[in-house]
């Protein structure tokens, strides 16, 4: 059916209301075929109510006006022409002249492909044809509830660079295999790749837009993209998708003033601009509703995304993000519907919320007044543990609160812990470079903030550069610096995240009840003096018990309450001198004895390492435990069976 023949009442109804999900198929440029696949036309369509004249500036009238006209065929403003040959690849915009006499030359908003910065042209594209080999992803893979999630978050164009010039991007088709290797030999579950759509700026990251179908060409042909999608896919790896429907690149190629009206954007200019200097989207506007919604079922469709991670969410539930301007309705239904759509198409995806806000129900379901996410950040436990992990231990005991707080209002939504880029630039410092104390205790702190994300119930999220531990904070211009790796300091911090990322993947009591209170339970909370904590991971038939401790301090005999009588094992200390750790560890099998302890029946006796974290596991367990109902009794804060030692460097 040709692009002319789908415009009939029923699509005009739909996509005015904001209920269309494919107005993709209509407006753009869309290449005919005859029988034998060969390109003999293009039809091109386009909704611009406002203009008085539409023209086709391109490759092939030179770019020059009064060459070639669109036609409006109905009342609602949708223009359209059809011309004949082959226009693929050919570039061309739209030359809007407005009621008011205003000529603007656009992008097409559906356009599939675009001309690389500087040039603003939109370019004619074939977006069918792939063939996908992902198919035993596609119909195996589960919902990620009780399964292990921990996502790579990446910006495409400074993980690895080919060189040091403007443009040396690799390609999707040339990255995909390294990406896939590294992220195997670390474990993860899904990469996050930030918008990869087109956006004017670099320095952007991609979140100022400008054509939300068109995959920027900095990395490549959208068929690149998708065989991206497609080998990450084949090797058992997710892709999500970091997508911004909230605001908008000001560029006047843009959706800015489309047709000089304020089509897709707000009328009020009290609420039009936000603190980003981009301007919002009216998500309340039906038109704007249907290309956002239409834009995420394409990017499922055709690129097989497996989620996204929507952006600046405060700002879309308050107006400027702040409750005391109000709540935005139109937003939020918007969310809710947006939810509805896309777990209809599939309701395994990862449907992530970028939230700050308190707003209740982001994660509930939309039919019983949630805004419809599966995810949100939790960005109170990211604030709170870096803030915590900056202090120097002597004053860690005055804020105890800071780590066991989270676990107060965890339950309250499905969160997911990110350690994201928002947290290594702008003069923030990397995650290392955050850390108290001298090089060996600054290394030490590294590890345990790593290890403490690790075992905090939650999904994961982790930027990319982190694991290498560097120094100096995220550079968009340049490549990560791979190169510190031959230093022992950063070879021994990444083996940690390596091993961490592997053991939790692997070990189903740091996952499989995250969203179930019975898959925590607190040991010790209260011990602020010597800022020590203790808690339980369960699965449905099995537990570890986790002990940290935020002090140099080493404890070489300290009394752990536990609950059954059998063996226990480390199954890993981040203190072992293959990450550069003083190696207090337990070597050995851990023996259970009979001295309640701590609220439990039994007890065993460990080291506790200085800045560490020591993960122990029950063996020849014969039979389920399960966890206590009753609240954990307060404990004596110092144990007369405990030495300790204090260890400023190896």
């Given at each position: 059916?040709?692009?002319?023949?789908?415009?009939?009442?029923?699509?005009?109804?739909?996509?005015?209301?904001?209920?269309?999900?494919?107005?993709?198929?209509?407006?753009?440029?869309?290449?005919?075929?005859?029988?034998?696949?060969?390109?003999?036309?293009?039809?091109?369509?386009?909704?611009?109510?406002?203009?008085?004249?539409?023209?086709?500036?391109?490759?092939?009238?030179?770019?020059?006006?009064?060459?070639?006209?669109?036609?409006?065929?109905?009342?609602?403003?949708?223009?359209?022409?059809?011309?004949?040959?082959?226009?693929?690849?050919?570039?061309?915009?739209?030359?809007i002249t407005t009621h008011q006499g205003e000529k603007l030359y656009k992008s097409d908003p559906y356009g599939f492909y675009t001309q690389i910065r500087p040039c603003q042209d939109s370019?004619?594209?074939?977006?069918?044809?792939?063939?996908?080999?992902?198919?035993?992803?596609?119909?195996?893979?589960?919902k990620t509830y009780d399964q292990p999630v921990l996502i790579y978050e990446m910006h495409l164009g400074s993980w690895k660079r080919k060189g040091p010039g403007e443009n040396d991007f690799y390609m999707f088709n040339e990255i995909a295999p390294m990406l896939v290797e590294y992220l195997k030999d670390f474990g993860y579950t899904h990469v996050e790749v930030m918008p990869v759509y087109e956006h004017p700026l670099d320095m952007s990251w991609g979140y100022q837009g400008t054509g939300y179908y068109a995959v920027t060409p900095r990395y490549g042909v959208p068929k690149d993209f998708m065989y991206?999608?497609?080998?990450?896919?084949?090797?058992?790896?997710?892709?999500?998708?970091?997508?911004?429907?909230?605001?908008?690149?000001?560029?006047?190629?843009?959706?800015?003033?489309?047709?000089?009206?304020?089509?897709?954007?707000?009328?009020?200019?009290?609420?039009?601009?936000?603190?980003?200097?981009?301007?919002?989207?009216?998500?309340?506007?039906?038109?704007?509703q249907s290309l956002l919604y239409s834009n995420a079922i394409f990017y499922m469709k055709y690129f097989h995304v497996d989620g996204f991670r929507v952006d600046a969410v405060s700002n879309l539930i308050y107006y400027h993000g702040n409750v005391d301007h109000g709540r935005n309705d139109g937003a939020c239904y918007f969310l809710q519907?947006?939810?509805?759509?896309?777990?209809?198409?599939?309701?395994?995806?990862?449907?992530?919320?970028?939230?700050?806000?308190?707003?209740?129900?982001?994660?509930?379901?939309?039919?019983?007044?949630?805004?419809?996410?599966?995810?949100?950040?939790?960005?109170?436990?990211?604030?709170?543990?870096?803030?915590?992990f900056k202090l120097d231990p002597i004053y860690r005991k005055y804020h105890h609160n800071m780590l066991s707080f989270s676990m107060m209002y965890y339950y309250n939504e499905q969160f997911m812990l990110p350690l994201s880029h928002d947290e290594v630039v702008h003069m923030k410092g990397s995650l290392l470079n955050k850390m108290p104390g001298d090089q060996w205790q600054q290394a030490a702190n590294f590890r345990l903030l790593i290890g403490y994300m690790m075992v905090h119930p939650g999904k994961k999220l982790l930027f990319m550069g982190n694991e290498l531990a560097s120094y100096d904070?995220?550079?968009?211009?340049?490549?990560?610096?791979?190169?510190?790796?031959?230093?022992p300091i950063h070879d021994a911090a990444t083996r940690f995240v390596k091993d961490m990322t592997k053991l939790y993947k692997n070990t189903k009591e740091l996952w499989q009840l995250d969203y179930d209170p019975n898959g925590f339970r607190w040991t010790l909370a209260d011990n602020s003096d010597e800022s020590l904590y203790i808690f339980e991971r369960h699965s449905v038939d099995n537990h570890v018990v986790v002990v940290m401790n935020c002090t140099p301090n080493t404890y070489n005999y300290y009394r752990v309450g536990v609950f059954g009588d059998y063996q226990y094992e480390e199954i890993i200390n981040s203190d072992k001198d293959?990450?550069?750790?003083?190696?207090?560890?337990?070597?050995?099998?851990?023996?259970?004895?009979?001295?309640?302890?701590?609220?439990?029946?039994?007890?065993?006796?460990?080291?506790?390492?200085?800045?560490?974290?020591?993960?122990?596991?029950?063996?020849?367990?014969?039979?389920?435990v399960e966890a206590p109902k009753e609240e954990v009794k307060k404990t004596t804060k110092k144990a007369s069976s405990t030495k300790k030692t204090t260890t400023k460097k190896k």
């Open positions: 059916m040709s692009v002319r023949e789908k415009i009939d009442g029923n699509f005009l109804y739909y996509f005015d209301q904001g209920l269309s999900t494919n107005s993709y198929e209509v407006f753009g440029a869309h290449l005919v075929k005859d029988e034998n696949g060969n390109n003999i036309a293009c039809e091109f369509c386009l909704y611009a109510p406002n203009a008085k004249r539409v023209e086709l500036v391109g490759e092939w009238n030179g770019f020059n006006e009064n060459q070639q006209e669109l036609y409006c065929i109905d009342s609602k403003g949708i223009w359209y022409a059809r011309l004949e040959g082959n226009y693929e690849w050919q570039r061309y915009k739209y030359l370019k004619v594209y074939d977006i069918d044809g792939y063939k996908w080999n992902d198919d035993l992803w596609m119909y195996t893979r589960k991206f999608v497609d080998l990450l896919h084949q090797n058992g790896i997710g892709v999500i998708m970091d997508w911004v429907p909230g605001h908008i690149c000001k560029d006047a190629q843009g959706l800015y003033r489309f047709d000089g009206s304020y089509l897709y954007d707000y009328q009020d200019e009290s609420i039009r601009e936000n603190e980003w200097g981009t301007a919002n989207l009216d998500l309340g506007k039906g038109i704007t519907k947006l939810s509805e759509i896309l777990f209809k198409e599939d309701d395994r995806i990862l449907l992530c919320a970028e939230d700050s806000s308190s707003y209740p129900g982001v994660t509930k379901p939309a039919n019983i007044g949630g805004l419809g996410f599966n995810y949100k950040w939790d960005m109170g436990w990211m604030n709170d543990t870096l803030k915590y904070e995220w550079h968009y211009e340049s490549e990560l610096p791979w190169g510190i790796s031959k230093f293959i990450y550069n750790g003083a190696n207090r560890i337990n070597k050995h099998i851990l023996e259970v004895e009979d001295i309640p302890w701590q609220g439990r029946p039994h007890s065993v006796v460990m080291v506790v390492p200085p800045l560490g974290i020591s993960i122990i596991k029950p063996i020849d367990r014969p039979k389920l």
